[in-house]
């Protein structure tokens, strides 16, 4: 487990970006290599941290990000499924 690089509190595997995108990557059949290197981040809003918005706005239950960043209905399905799927990893 690592420490977020926003608020710097610990990341659960279930609650990581990087685990997150790995998985949606994978569904969207790109290479993952960019993410050598990346830092961990919440994927959720987690004990004060803002987590990741214009990853999480695709998630249900979640706001949109209001920072600018596009929201692309196209997309909603793969990042549910992908977070379904970091979900399971949590229960396995």
């Known amino acids: 487990m690592s420490n977020c690089d926003k608020c ?4 659960l595997p279930e609650n990581d970006m990087i685990h997150f995108l ?3 990557g994978e569904k969207m059949g790109e290479t993952t290599f ?6 961990p981040r919440h994927l959720l809003p ?7 918005p214009s990853r999480a706005q695709y ?3 979640q706001p949109r990000d209001t ?7 196209k997309l909603e399905s ?3 499924e992908a977070y379904a799927e970091l979900l399971k990893k949590k229960d396995s």
Do not use: T
Not at 34 to 39: F, I, Y
Not at 46 to 52: F, I, M, N
Not at 67 to 73: E, F, P, S, T, V
């Open 8 to 11: 710097g509190k610990k990341v």
């Open 22 to 24: 790995i998985i949606l």
């Open 34 to 39: 960019g993410l050598l290197g990346a830092n």
């Open 46 to 52: 987690e004990g004060g941290c803002q987590g990741s």
């Open 59 to 61: 998630i249900e239950g």
């Open 67 to 73: 920072r600018g960043y596009g929201y692309y209905k």
């Open 78 to 80: 793969m990042h549910r």
